[in-house]
Each structure stands twice: as C-alpha cells, then as structure tokens.
C-alpha cells in the first residue's frame, strides 16, 4: 500500500521557486497570452503614441525655427507658454502610451513640466527641490491608487 504524501511537503515543495520556467507548455501557453494581451494593449493606444510624436516635432519645430525671444513674453510675462505647452502633451501623451496609464502620465508630464518651467526661470534645481516636486504627485498617486 502506497503511503500519502505529507501536506507540510507539498506546501514547502510550492512555496520554491520553479526553476525550469521555459520548458512547461502550460507557463509558455500563459507567458505568450500575457504577451500577446500586452501587445494589445499598446496597439489600442496607438493613437496616443501619433499624439505624441505630432507634439513632439512640434515641439522640436518651436525648438530650432522660432526665436526664443519671440515666445518668451507669449501670453504671460517671461513663461515661454507656446513650448510649455508643446512639450506638455508631448510628454504627457508619450508616458501614457509608455505606461499605459493615463494618470501616471499625467502626473509624470507634470513633474517634467514644472522641472522645465524652473529651469527656463533660471532656478537652481537641486535634489531637495526635485524631491519637493516629487513626493506629492507621488502621494496623489499612491492615494488615488488606493481609492480605486
């Protein structure tokens, strides 16, 4: 009569980490379906990916054609808006195709706004200023994180 197997060896026996990952058809069958699902993902947000690169050569257009003295007064004083703005939603549109979240993007897009806003202001960045800017996107994200 065969003896049975002790549960405490089968839990230590699942609680190891596998080590031929490649050679079970059923985890290649379950890694191609994740793969194939993230490639679907990106090729739903392609538009947002065109977005980005219309944006982008905007931006590089406001970059090597126009005069920076020609937008630096545009609108408000000394705020250079019209690249502000270009390099906004060029950022923003991009980091959210990257990450394929909308409000990561966002708040990412604005977090190099900012930073750029500064640098253009001519204000010394240092780590305790980055950090200042960064902790309360990421607080609003951890928490909208945990609302949803």
Known sequence: MPRARSRLQVKK???????NLGKNPVQNSLLLTNFKSLVANYCHHLVTLFFAFIFSFITYSILTKVSPDSIKHFILPNSYLPFLISFFLASFFLLSFLLLHTRRGFLLAIFLLITLFLKLQQVEITYLILLSLFL???LIEVIASLIK
């Open 13 to 19: 026996l699942a609680s190891q980490p596998q080590k």
């Open 136 to 138: 309360p996107l990421a």
